[in-house]
């Protein structure tokens, strides 16, 4: 089965950038969609398609995807934005959905 | 306001059956795909099932043969009948509206726990 493996966290300063990937085989090929999730709280979308923001996700949020590996970077990271943070992937070669393991982003 | 309500959770034994309940409303539901994700206690998101406009269906290899998904457009309801729990499908059961993915609403969840 497809797997996609993100580090468990990331810690990061107020004000510099998070960079959390997403890794997996042949993940340029497959269209890469990014959650973010705060205690207590369901997840919302913050990044669909490798790098379509939905409406209301701050421009700070963009994404990007290549061969291996994809990205989810938040610039000028406020402490709003801790929390943890899901890739998820349709892998049509076994018609499953798959969610990485989830990153903590921690903001100092 | 798109909302997604679920329901249906609570305590049940190993072996036993629960059928879980999402009421949509905000939004036209028989135009929408739907799916069904869990996430464990302190653990991450996993994908339980799928299913589309009219009877496309998909679910997780964890769960296959055990839940069925359904939906009824006419009371904009998606339902999930879990037969045979077991101790690793305790879990918060959220509806989610989307194609296989993404999704761009949630529900708050319901928790299922399997435990004698």
């Known amino acids: 089965s497809y797997v996609l493996t993100q580090p468990p966290s990331v810690s990061v300063a107020p004000g510099k950038t998070a960079t959390i990937t997403c890794g997996g085989s042949?993940?340029?090929?497959?269209?890469v969609h990014w959650y973010q999730q705060k205690p207590g709280q369901a997840p919302i979308l913050v990044m669909s398609?490798?790098?379509d923001r939905p409406s209301g996700i701050p421009e700070r949020f963009s994404g990007s995807n290549s061969e291996s590996t994809a990205t989810l970077t938040i610039s000028r990271v406020e402490a709003g934005d801790e929390a943890d943070y899901y890739c998820?992937?349709?892998?049509?070669?076994?018609?499953?959905?798959?969610f990485g393991g989830g990153t903590e982003l921690t903001v100092l | 306001e798109v909302q997604l309500v679920e329901s249906g959770g609570g305590l049940v034994q190993p072996g036993g059956s629960l059928r879980l309940s999402c009421a949509a409303s905000?939004?036209?539901?028989?135009?929408?795909?739907m799916n069904w994700v869990r996430q464990a206690p302190g653990k991450g998101l996993e994908w339980v099932s799928y299913?589309?406009?009219?009877?496309?269906?998909f679910y997780a290899d964890s769960v296959k043969g055990r839940f069925t998904v359904s939906r009824d457009n006419a009371k904009s309801s998606l339902y999930l009948q879990m037969n045979g729990l077991r101790d690793e499908d305790t879990a918060v059961y959220y509806c989610?509206?989307?194609?296989?993915?993404?999704?761009?609403?949630w529900g708050q969840g319901t928790l299922v726990t399997v435990s004698s």
């Open positions: 989610t509206r989307g194609p296989l993915c993404p999704y761009d609403s």
């Open positions: 905000g939004f036209p539901f028989s135009s929408h795909e």
């Open positions: 299913i589309s406009f009219g009877s496309t269906i």
């Open positions: 042949k993940i340029g090929s497959k269209s």
């Open positions: 398609y490798d790098s």
């Open positions: 998820q992937v349709w892998d049509s070669g076994s018609d499953q959905v798959v």
